[in-house]
């Protein structure tokens, strides 16, 4: 089976190792398995109970108690409505082909995580794209959406809070995005890997889950963002049970379970998920005030300001293709971004701005590449 290269995973794959300030990275600084101990009243007896583990393949869709926590995220669901999953990525991928057929329609908008179109486009769907425009604050033109589906549409794919723009669909926007899907039926996929992170205080910060707003409304979810614990691996699947049984099916042929050792530590994490998401909030709000001070400033730079996520869409005026920006950019000052081209958006950069917990790297980072912008000017 055919399907285009992952843009924005083979830049990181190439780049990511050998920079010296990373202002590519989606994930806020991520936590120690240690640092998750100590979040627990009785750090040495839940040290202990890992020890005890006995490694078996487990629960199969993932234990009840990770489970029941992860439906507390959503206003509807129970545990039976949630799978868990190698990361959002095996959460979309999962989701994807368990709905999409040859010949089907899907609406996908873009930038965003490249699976959700190219996945279906792969699996020999017709994918129309909702292109995502700064002048619209980087929101899906509904009209345009709406006049993309038809009696062969079964999904229609967004991202909230959007990678790479850090824009935010509230709930009256989403409802008529649910409005277009039932005309014609189809699934909504809502990659919500970023979910818990507007840029608001805790309690205000989890947008709508698509999940609690659809009857065939699908929310994927991530530990690797707003909880901070990439390396944990996992993702969810929030779906009514029909969608959730179909997606079993194909689950078995490709994952069987999760890591139970990763399984607890999850369920640790949400345990204490507020002073997680508190961390993960303050390092987002310190870091964005100063990206935000940086573009207010920056004569070659402007942007949509995010209104929640790690990440930011910025537009350049140098007459340079994205990628040999970024390129020149890493090897001539050690700092790195995401060209735009690999989100098949070219002209831009994306930046993620909450991987270092101290922002004097954010300032040291943005210092350096303000030089090397005057440096292009002149060429
Ligand atoms: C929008 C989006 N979805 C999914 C993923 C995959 O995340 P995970 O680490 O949970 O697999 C990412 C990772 O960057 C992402 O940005």
Known sequence: MYIRDFGVEMWMNEYENDCEINLAETCVKPFTVREIMEMTDNPQATWESLLDIQLTYGAIEGSELLRGELAKLYESAQPANIVTTHGAIGANNLVINSIVNPGDRVVSVLP???????????????????????????LPDLDEMRSYVNENTSLICINNPNNPTGALMGRAFLEQVVEIARTCGAYVLCDEAYRGLNHTEYGENFAPGMFDLYEKGISTGSFSKAFSLAGLRLGWIAAPRDLIEAVNRHRDYNTISCGLIDDRLAAIALQNKEALLRRSLKIIADNAAVLDAWVAEEPHISYVKPQAGTTAFLKYDLAIDSKTFCSRLQHETGVMLLPGAVMDREGWLRIGYCFAEDTSELEEGLSRVSAFMEKLAQE
Not at 115 to 138: D, H, M, W
């Open 112 to 138: 965003t995580y490249q699976q959700l179109y190219s996945i279906p486009e792969s699996l020999g769907a017709e994918v129309r794209i909702c292109p995502l425009l700064p002048e619209n604050g980087f």
